[in-house]
């Protein structure tokens, strides 16, 4: 089955939400499962817009289900399944839901984001310009934008709930977590953009970075949860188009970041709708990433 028109907002009869984010919506489905759906909302500048992006949330589940899958002999994660055909009612006779449902293993979160990057831009970016290093990790001086680097970093971030992540260094996320948990995540998080990033680059895709979340079952075995490897949770940009020195050409919301730069919005709530065409486009920017890098049509 596949995701019919847009989804703004789930409902799902029978089953308890336990969480509306800016882009999933998450229900109970009993003590062991839970059921994440992606929406089509989009997020920018902290701000869920007002335009849903057709199909959106079919490319992040069966995108992160293809990565899932690759990679699960690197670290163990929670889904289950992402075909609906396989869940329980009502989420298998609902044509809105097809497609853009994950049915995973319920974990206690690890408050952290775990970024790996591989090339110097966004926060990254910023945090160069003004410090000469990157959440601890002091680079060569000249660098530009969108340089690659030597190697990729780690650079873990805390999840906010509402906000801007902030970036902490590797010693403050020792810390947090406890140096053990802390090594087993960086560990895993490198490798699995290494691993991600070889291969996209065969594909025409590099992968500037992106964002890791685990969890913790009632076994105690970290699984690596959410979403992975996705034009939501990565800087997805063309190869062939490649330059340092400035903004990419991406797969990404960045085109979306850079059209509301050019209106006269203070990036607060409420965000502005998006043109036909500029939501077209963008939707068009996700298909092809997902085209691109798993060989089939959505």
């Given at each position: 089955m596949t995701a019919t028109a847009t989804l703004s907002t789930s409902e799902i009869p029978g089953l308890k939400l336990v969480h509306r984010g800016k882009v999933r919506d998450v229900y109970e489905v009993d003590e062991e499962r839970l059921l994440l759906v992606a929406t089509d909302r989009l997020s920018a500048f902290d701000c869920v817009l007002p335009t849903p992006i057709e199909k959106k949330g079919a490319v992040l589940t069966q995108l992160s289900a293809f990565w899932f899958k690759k990679f699960a002999n690197i670290v163990p994660n929670?889904?289950?399944?992402?075909?609906?055909?396989?869940?329980?009612?009502?989420?298998?006779?609902d044509p809105k839901l097809a497609g853009r449902c994950s049915l995973v293993r319920r974990t206690e979160v690890i408050p952290f984001e775990c970024v790996v990057r591989g090339y110097l831009e966004g926060s990254g970016w910023k945090d160069y310009k003004a410090t000469g290093s990157v959440s601890g990790h002091s680079l060569p001086k000249g660098l530009m934008q969108c340089d690659r680097l030597l190697e990729p970093i780690f650079t873990p971030a805390t999840k906010a709930a509402a906000g801007h992540d902030e970036n902490i260094t590797?010693?403050?996320?020792?810390?947090?977590?406890?140096?053990?948990?802390?090594?087993?995540?960086?560990?895993?998080s490198k490798k699995l953009y290494i691993a991600a990033a070889e291969y996209a680059l065969e594909k025409g895709i590099i992968i500037a970075d992106t964002k890791f979340e685990f969890g913790i079952d009632a076994e105690g075995n970290i699984l690596l949860i959410d979403e992975i490897l996705t034009p939501d949770s990565s800087r997805f940009w063309d190869a062939g188009k490649y330059e340092a020195g400035h903004a990419q050409p991406s797969f990404d919301k960045q085109f979306v970041r850079e059209y509301l730069e050019t209106l006269?919005?203070?990036k607060t709530p409420p965000a502005p709708p998006l043109p036909p065409e500029i939501a077209e486009a963008t939707s068009q920017r996700y298909l092809d990433a997902y085209y691109i890098l798993t060989g089939k049509a959505l």
């Open positions: 929670h889904l289950i399944t992402a075909d609906t055909a396989e869940m329980p009612e009502p989420i298998a006779s590797g010693l403050e996320f020792k810390a947090a977590v406890g140096a053990e948990t802390a090594a087993t995540l960086k560990a895993a006269d919005w203070d």
